[in-house]
T-cell receptor, first 112, second 115 residues
Framework: SQQGEEDPQALSIQEGENATMNCSYK?????LQWYRQNSGRGLVHLIL?????REKHSGRLRVTLDTSKKSSSLLITASRAADTASYFC????????????FGRGTSLIVHP | KAGVTQTPRYLIKTRGQQVTLSCSPI?????VSWYQQTPGQGLQFLFE???????NKGNFPGRFSGRQFSNSRSEMNVSTLELGDSALYLC??????????????FGPGTRLTVL
């Protein structure tokens, strides 16, 4: 079964609005990473957040991690049409062999 | 630096055949990982190679194999192809071992269609 599960499955917003995606996982983790994928292409790494971190920022991206709730969120502020893509979280189980497990992704559409 | 390259970009095979996919990592990167992406199963980890040694392996049958050369280039082989092997195969490289501990850089993928 998938370790990370993104929510919502799909999100449609207007340019300039903020987009929030959530990721829940089942077991304790070492790290959690967020990726973006444009239609049918390779993934682009966005942010890695370690289990002892609570929040990280990168440009318009803000990632939070709540290990007590086993969840993470990705916030994209002031979205642009170019942010239209699928977003995935990937986790690796603590004590495991660092095999990343991906969720099914959130499909984000930003309308110009 | 040039990014991760994968060849071929598109491939059509028939059931029972075998296929070899190639991945050239970013210069200086020694870790190469492979993933399979399908609409039904999503993105799944196949295996990771570092300095020519397989470090980790996902839950795939033995028909899926790989190797890494001394120049860090990697190949993935799938034998006795099945319809369900139709997928986008992604390769990623990083400078250190352990796919979850460092930034991975993905290639554009090879789209394999099995007829």
């Amino acid at each position: 079964s998938q370790q990370g599960e993104e929510d919502p499955q799909a999100l449609s917003i207007q340019e300039g609005e903020n987009a929030t995606m959530n990721c829940s996982y089942k077991t304790s983790i070492n790290n959690l990473q967020w990726y973006r994928q444009n239609s049918g292409r390779g993934l682009v790494h966005l942010i890695l957040i370690r289990s002892n971190e609570r929040e990280k920022h990168s440009g318009r991206l803000r990632v939070t991690l709540d290990t007590s709730k086993k969840s993470s969120s990705l916030l994209i502020t002031a979205s642009r049409a170019a942010d239209t893509a699928s977003y995935f979280c990937a986790t690796d189980a603590m004590g495991g062999s660092y095999i990343p497990t991906f969720g099914r992704g959130t499909s984000l559409i930003v309308h110009p | 630096k040039a990014g991760v390259t994968q060849t071929p970009r598109y491939l059509i095979k028939t059931r029972g055949q075998q296929v070899t996919l190639s991945c050239s990592p970013i210069s200086g990167h020694r870790s190469v990982s492979w993933y399979q992406q399908t609409p039904g199963q999503g993105l799944q980890f196949l295996f990771e190679y570092f300095s020519e040694t397989q470090r980790n392996k996902g839950n795939f049958p033995g028909r899926f194999s790989g190797r890494q050369f001394s120049n860090s280039r990697s190949e993935m082989n799938v034998s006795t192809l099945e319809l369900g092997d139709s997928a986008l195969y992604l390769c990623a490289s990083s400078s250190v071992a352990g796919v979850s501990t460092d930034t991975q850089y993905f290639g554009p993928g090879t789209r394999l269609t099995v007829l």
